[in-house]
């Protein structure tokens, strides 16, 4: 049996390996047994002296399995159940793994590869600890490289909420100010109503304007301003930037625009 990191077996440390497994059966327990030596025939030249691990498990009755047979059940991200079926009998045992500790690792070992060659890489290393709620200093050491190689939306945008998620508010929000600074129009308007969906419309209707200053002639512009006007209710304005909007748009995008054209013929508010 192999773990490709560390596990815990039933609550015991297991380090990352290649085993050989064996058990002890009785009555009303099992002994699992992990060996160090994993090459041996069986378990004829079975040595205790080899043991990395022993655990105890109970056995249950089951539905019979004629040949040996192992499955996992109860998988969950981060542990499952690995059981030994044969006739009317089934040996569980337990093994889970600190997820987050070994795709820190993992992380930690592709930043030193091709990983670690440009601000992507770094970025989404401290993207990850962010999610997760998870080493976040580092995160903001990563991230602080990300944007040495080069600054971008991206980079500052995700600093500003991992000083947010430290506490550092005030941090949080200059770097913020920054990000936005450096943003195009399709990143500003998508962070903008990624505000308006989580119900900060108020914050929202502040950037929207800020949009077409980036690029006037922009497509994502004109959808901007159309739902600055529907929120204003001028609805034959709304339309008209619409319907330019949907003109520049790639072809992908038309049918997502079009219907809120058709809202808008109905003086029915976009943004609602």
């Known amino acids: 049996i192999t773990v490709s990191s560390d596990v815990s077996v039933e609550g015991k440390p297991l380090t990352a390996g290649t085993y050989g497994l064996h058990t002890i059966p009785d009555k009303d327990q099992w002994t699992v047994i992990f060996s160090k030596n994993s090459t041996s025939w069986g378990s004829f030249s079975y040595d205790e002296k080899e043991d990395a691990l022993r655990v105890n498990v109970k056995p249950h009755a089951a539905e019979s399995?004629?040949?040996l047979t192992y499955v996992?059940?109860?998988i969950?991200?981060?542990s499952?159940?690995?059981v030994l079926r044969w006739e009317k009998l089934a040996v569980p045992f337990h093994v889970s793994v600190d997820v987050k500790?070994?795709?820190l690792q993992s992380i930690r070992n592709e930043l030193r590869s091709v990983g670690g060659f440009s601000w992507g890489g770094y970025d989404e290393a401290a993207q990850w600890c962010l999610d997760n709620n998870y080493n976040l200093e580092e995160a903001l050491k990563w991230e602080d490289t990300s944007i040495q190689n080069e600054a971008?939306?991206?980079?500052?945008?995700?600093?500003s909420r991992i000083l947010d998620a430290m506490g550092r508010k005030e941090d949080s929000a200059k770097v913020l100010?920054?990000?936005l600074d450096k943003a195009n129009a399709i990143q500003l308007y998508s962070y903008a109503r990624g505000l308006q969906r989580q119900g900060n419309a108020k914050r929202a209707f502040e950037l929207y304007p800020q949009v077409p200053q980036k690029d006037r002639n922009h497509w994502i512009s004109h959808l901007a301003l159309a739902r600055i006007s529907s929120n204003t209710g001028d609805f034959t304005a709304a339309a008209k930037e619409m319907t330019e909007a949907i003109n520049g748009a790639p072809e992908t995008t038309k049918p997502f625009l079009q219907p809120l054209l058709k809202r808008l013929e109905a003086k029915d508010d976009i943004n609602k």
């Open 65 to 67: 399995f004629e040949v």
């Open 72 to 74: 996992f059940d109860d």
């Open 76 to 78: 969950k991200p981060d």
């Open 80 to 82: 499952a159940t690995a």
């Open 101 to 103: 500790a070994v795709v």
């Open 152 to 159: 971008r939306f991206e980079n500052y945008e995700t600093k």
């Open 177 to 179: 100010s920054a990000a």
